[in-house]
């Protein structure tokens, strides 16, 4: 059994937050291991669906996408039925063919973003990437090679504006740290009693 069992249940035993779905956000900087958490957690969680907020933000709307965030996911989700969305192409810069996300025990909602402040009140439970910013950043630079380098120009920019106006960290539950070994979490300020700490995932390091 994979040691992120005992988050997985925990989360899963959460009341419904959304309809009958307890929607998970995992937010932290760009470059943070995300996406790479994200996956692992999922499948601890028997195959969670994973909606990726990259999937939703388009060069125009890197954090301006909230109101088709409610209308496609969270109002049809609030109302039992499932969610119809299209996911942008970064290369092609348009949105590609539609897709369907059925309302499911648990959603994680995973990118720069999902704690804000319009998504809070749906969360169940909101988890926060504990790897620094420049650590972020500098991953994330990497892993895009230098001919994206000016695009993290600008969404550095976008990102500190982001979050200096709508902060994650201060209401995540729980803290997500990375070391070698894996993934350790512990109770952030606003955990509730009985928020499980210290545990670790010890698959290696995320890459991204």
Same mark, same amino acid.
């Given at each position: 059994?994979?040691?992120?069992?005992?988050?997985?249940?925990?989360?899963?035993?959460?009341?419904?937050?959304?309809?009958?779905?307890?929607?998970?956000?995992?937010?932290?900087? /760009?470059?943070?291991?995300?996406?790479?958490?994200?996956?692992?957690?999922?499948?601890? =969680?028997?195959? +969670? *669906? $994973? !909606?990726?907020?990259?999937?939703?933000?388009?060069?125009?709307?890197?954090?301006?996408?909230?109101?088709?965030?409610?209308?496609?996911?969270?109002?049809?989700?609030?109302?039992?039925?499932?969610?119809?969305? /299209?996911?942008?192409?970064?290369?092609?810069?348009?949105?590609?063919?539609?897709?369907? =996300?059925?309302? +499911? *025990? $648990? !959603?994680?909602?995973?990118?720069?973003?999902?704690?804000?402040?319009?998504?809070?009140?749906?969360?169940?439970?909101?988890?926060?990437?504990?790897?620094?910013?420049?650590?972020?950043?500098?991953?994330?630079?990497?892993?895009?090679?230098?001919?994206?380098?000016?695009?993290?120009?600008?969404w550095e920019r976008a990102e500190l504006a982001h979050f200096s106006d709508d902060p994650s960290r201060p209401f995540a539950n729980t803290l997500v740290h990375q070391s070698g070994t894996g993934y350790?979490?512990?109770?952030?300020?606003?955990?509730?009693?009985?928020?499980?700490?210290?545990?670790?995932?010890?698959d290696g390091l995320p890459q991204a």
């Amino acid at each position: 059994m994979s040691s992120l069992a005992p988050l997985a249940q925990s989360l899963a035993a959460l009341p419904p937050s959304l309809g009958g779905t307890r929607v998970i956000g995992i937010d932290g900087h /760009a470059g943070s291991g995300k996406s790479t958490f994200a996956g692992r957690l999922a499948e601890a =969680l028997g195959g +969670a *669906p $994973v !909606l990726h907020l990259d999937d939703v933000a388009t060069h125009a709307e890197l954090f301006g996408w909230w109101d088709r965030l409610r209308a496609q996911v969270v109002e049809p989700l609030a109302a039992g039925r499932p969610a119809r969305w /299209a996911p942008y192409d970064w290369e092609r810069r348009r949105f590609g063919p539609e897709r369907v =996300l059925e309302p +499911a *025990p $648990v !959603l994680l909602v995973e990118g720069v973003g999902a704690g804000r402040r319009e998504l809070r009140p749906y969360l169940a439970r909101l988890l926060w990437m504990e790897t620094p910013r420049e650590a972020s950043w500098g991953r994330g630079r990497k892993r895009d090679g230098r001919e994206l380098s000016a695009f993290w120009d600008g969404w550095e920019r976008a990102e500190l504006a982001h979050f200096s106006d709508d902060p994650s960290r201060p209401f995540a539950n729980t803290l997500v740290h990375q070391s070698g070994t894996g993934y350790e979490w512990t109770s952030g300020i606003s955990a509730t009693p009985g928020t499980p700490s210290a545990l670790t995932d010890g698959d290696g390091l995320p890459q991204a």
